[in-house]
């Protein structure tokens, strides 16, 4: 189980996935601000389409 402020602080479901790693130390922070930043170049490129 994980809080459920983590459903409302997600901006997607691929995001929430990364917070509930990080809430569980399956990820370091560094890991999960590299692959936040690589996910919102994702998604702002595809927005721009």
């Given amino acids: ?3 459920k402020w983590i459903e409302k ?6 995001h ?3 917070l509930i790693q ?3 130390k399956q990820i370091t922070r ?3 601000d ?3 930043n ?3 170049v994702l998604e702002t490129k595809g927005i721009s389409k």
């Fill in 1 to 3: 189980m994980y809080p």
């Fill in 34 to 36: 590299s692959l936040v």
């Fill in 22 to 24: 990080l809430y569980r």
């Fill in 9 to 14: 602080m997600a901006f997607s479901k691929v």
């Fill in 38 to 40: 690589e996910l919102y």
């Fill in 30 to 32: 560094r890991e999960y």
């Fill in 16 to 18: 929430q996935e990364l």
